[in-house]
């Protein structure tokens, strides 16, 4: 096992939706009520009517509810049996479970039952297919380009080249047909559809 030197791990980062998803995710939603995996800078750019920040704790402390759009944290996350909850680390281990599929779990798990009317997913973790088969339950959007996010550190906003990323749809349970033909329509020409 590779030993990684988590010092060169940047602690300031964070990686915002474009401007051209979070219209799509908007437009799909018809505005999006919560941002759970937020930060007051993201928000600027996301304009949900709510959002956490990562000192509200989203993914263990806080309910979620209406329509949630799920950027989530990069990261690696363990299970703190003393505490019962899922934590964040730093450190380097096959045990360890990718933040996008923590995060993951937590839509579907308030999606199943029903807390929230319905979820969008955006991962720029494409090995998510491996992490969470439960996506290929739900309409997926592959996006055809690599999108260029906002990146947030100490020294400003930039812009940064992502790798492959794809969104998954958890639509509501009332009227789901007409809702996924809105995700196809809506996201066709960002990507290929899977459903």
Known sequence: MAIHDIRKRREDLELITNYD??????ALLEG??????????ANKYVEANNFFTPSDDGLNAQQWFGKVYLFPPRGAYFWDKKNDRW???RASSPTLVSSHA??????????????IEQGLYFTNCPDMIRYEQKIFDFPICILKTAP???????????NHKTCTSFLVYLPPIKDPTNAVEKFIQIYSEKGRILS
Not at 21 to 26: D, K, R
Not at 148 to 158: E, F, H, M
Request: hydrophobic share 45%; aromatic share 10%; charged share 20%.
């Open 148 to 158: 260029l996010l906002l990146k947030n550190t100490s020294t400003g906003i930039s």
């Open 87 to 89: 934590k964040m680390t």
């Open 102 to 115: 923590v995060w993951f779990r937590k839509l579907y798990n308030s999606w199943l039952s029903r807390d």
């Open 32 to 41: 999006i009520d919560l941002d759970v995996a937020s930060s007051k800078t």
């Open 21 to 26: 998803l979070v219209a799509a995710a908007h």
